[in-house]
């Protein structure tokens, strides 16, 4: 396939470029780096400057090409992750951007969308397995999840084939969300808000990526991109402690929750999402049976 990935820079993104150009297709990068989209390029991906919000640019940029990957986010790091002002541009990407994409991807005849999207917007399911058919209820500061995925959902009505992949708490060697926990959890804290016992789904880096690519040839609809089997708090943070060789962490006060808005609640559901459907009908799978296996290989490839 001719494959228009945008977000080509970020950390799923580059992962999922290098992927399908291993795998044959030829793959235009749209992304926010120039020292990344050098990278990309070198490694035989064709690279182009984009406006998102540009529609005649995007108009352009998408002749000729049979799939796109609009993996395109601006997710604010640090303390600004609490405040809803930081997400505005998320927001705008994820409204209007997708939007905007769609209708030109249908007007150019394309024929794969492929949308990224958040897992843990899924209302809280204590014990029970999540599958895509659950219901949702995302906090405030990331309603326009829904709004990418009403995109993708258009695209399919319009006749082609329209994918939401959503998307676990990413984790990988070297990225910040890792080597906080595994610095709080040296100093006997697991920051993650929540009960001990709700359930937290995670996803290696490296399987969000392959996802993606999977995700090329499946039929439409929204599909769950997570880790084999999901951890408790209280299990996550007895493996990590095991693996640090630490005493099991403790957790943040209830009452940190009610101070971190929409981001605190959304932490703290319990969500034991299934990723039965997306191995079900495509080839992927993640790469490590479960997620403690996942964590242990991050940990050894990070202190390596």
Known sequence: MRVIVVGATGVIGRRAVALMLREGHRVTAVGRSPERLRNLASQGASTIALDLFDRDAVKRALVDHDAIANLATLIPTGLDVFFSASWKETDRIRGRGSALIVDEALAAGIKVFIQESFAPIYVDAGDHWVTEDAPTQPARYNQSTLKAEASAERFARGGGRGVVLRFAYFYGPGDRFSKDIFRYVTRGWLPILGPPDAYFSTLHHDDAASAVVSALNVPSGSYNVVDN??????????????????????????????LTGGVGETMSRSLRISNAKLRKLSNWSPRYATSQEAWEAVYHSSSS
């Open 229 to 258: 089997e999901p951890m408790t708090h209280r299990q996550l943070g007895a493996a990590l402690a095991a693996m640090l060789g630490v005493s099991t962490p403790k957790f943040p006060p209830w009452w940190m929750t009610a």
